[in-house]
């Protein structure tokens, strides 16, 4: 049972910048991938990136080149570098440990001038 902890969302400016951490407890997170996925009002959620243990990453294409994924194994967090934001971003993020059935509680990104 992995229990998976969402900081650093918030309001921001178009263009702006957030850095979002997921802190996960267990044993298991060095072996699993990891994701972040968004959902904004009545949408569906969505996988904004993913990350395996060894460092390989994927990216919804709406964030491509704009968002960084990474994950630091030795202290059980994995972090989302959102850059250039637009208000299309906006959306409760959510961290999720794939191949179980853990996700964070999210963090809200308000992206509006």
């Known amino acids: 049972q992995v229990q998976l902890v969402e900081s650093g969302g918030g309001l921001v400016q178009p263009g702006g910048s957030l850095r979002l951490s997921c802190a996960a407890s267990g044993s298991i997170f060095s072996l699993n991938p990891m994701g972040w996925y968004r959902q904004a009002p009545g949408k569906q959620r969505e996988l904004v990136a993913q990350?395996?243990?060894?460092?390989?990453?994927n990216y919804a294409d709406a964030v491509k080149g704009r968002f960084t994924i990474s994950r630091d194994n030795a202290k059980n967090t994995v972090y989302l570098q959102m850059n250039s934001l637009k208000p299309g971003d906006t959306a409760v993020y959510y961290c999720?440990?794939?191949?179980?059935?853990?996700w964070g509680q999210g963090t809200q990104v308000t992206v509006s001038s």
């Open positions: 990350i395996t243990r060894y460092g390989i990453t």
């Open positions: 999720h440990q794939l191949h179980t059935a853990d």
